[in-house]
């Protein structure tokens, strides 16, 4: 069965600064989707990125991307010049190629200090 | 993106009653519709899948009896919860799956529903 693992409860930046939080996952897939999602204190769920198994290229969205390693089953998420808008907590979510539900790591509470 | 819509966002109940929730998807259609229960400063629980026009698919553990799913149409999905008790007192999501470009799927997440059982 696949697992995801964020090992950082918790993860603390200055405004401005870059933060990176980790993401593993374990799979005996080849084909397989990764996604980062965020849940402000709002509690809605909002997509960040996504990065497709079979492609080489980081994903990257504006101030956000990614740090895919697939033999080392890695997918950490690399916020730059963060605002206070990131505070949240971080879902890396794993989903099979062929479908079917997401994976949810345990999460990571981002605080980001003015 | 795509959004989607969850009525209400706060209920409040007697224990012993039931309690419906509704999960529209607003500008696509959706085959299948997820379920999930979160506690504070925890991850997200899949309870169950559920499929247009079909029997909903229920995680272990999750009582399908008590957590009724109904996937009528495809733009719309509802969680009862029958019989609430206390216990049952969480934070209710639920997500749309958006399929466009073949293959490509990502999935959409209402805003939830805050249910308090008294």
């Known amino acids: 069965a696949q697992t995801v693992t964020q090992s950082q409860p918790e993860m603390s930046v200055q405004e401005a600064e870059t933060v990176t939080l980790s993401c593993t996952y374990d799979?005996?897939?080849?084909?397989?989707?990764l996604f980062w999602y965020k849940q402000p204190p709002s509690r809605q769920m909002i997509l960040v990125i996504r990065q497709e198994a079979y492609k080489q290229q980081n994903a990257t969205e504006n101030r956000f991307s990614v740090n895919f390693q697939k033999a080392a089953k890695s997918f950490s998420l690399k916020i730059s010049d963060s605002q206070l808008g990131d505070a949240a907590m971080y879902f890396c979510?794993?989903?099979?190629?062929?479908?079917?539900?997401?994976?949810f790591g345990q999460g990571t509470e981002l605080s980001v200090k003015p | 993106g795509a959004v989607v819509s969850q009525h209400p966002s706060r209920v409040i109940c007697k224990s012993g009653t039931s309690v419906k929730i509704e999960c529209r998807s607003l500008d696509f259609q959706a085959t299948t519709m997820f379920w999930y229960r979160q506690f504070p400063k925890q991850s997200l629980m899949l309870m169950a899948t559920?499929?247009?026009?079909?029997?909903?698919?229920?995680e272990q553990g999750v009582e399908k009896d008590k957590f009724l799913i109904n996937h009528a149409s495809l733009t719309l999905s509802t969680l009862t919860v029958t019989s609430a008790h206390p216990e049952d007192s969480s934070f209710y999501i639920c997500?749309?799956?958006?399929?466009?470009?073949?293959?490509?799927?990502?999935?959409?997440f209402g805003p939830g529903t805050r249910l308090l059982v008294l």
């Open positions: 559920s499929n247009e026009g079909s029997k909903a698919t229920y």
């Open positions: 997500s749309a799956r958006k399929v466009s470009g073949g293959l490509q799927e990502t999935q959409y």
């Open positions: 979510a794993y989903r099979s190629g062929q479908g079917g539900k997401l994976i």
């Open positions: 799979t005996s897939e080849s084909d397989y989707y």
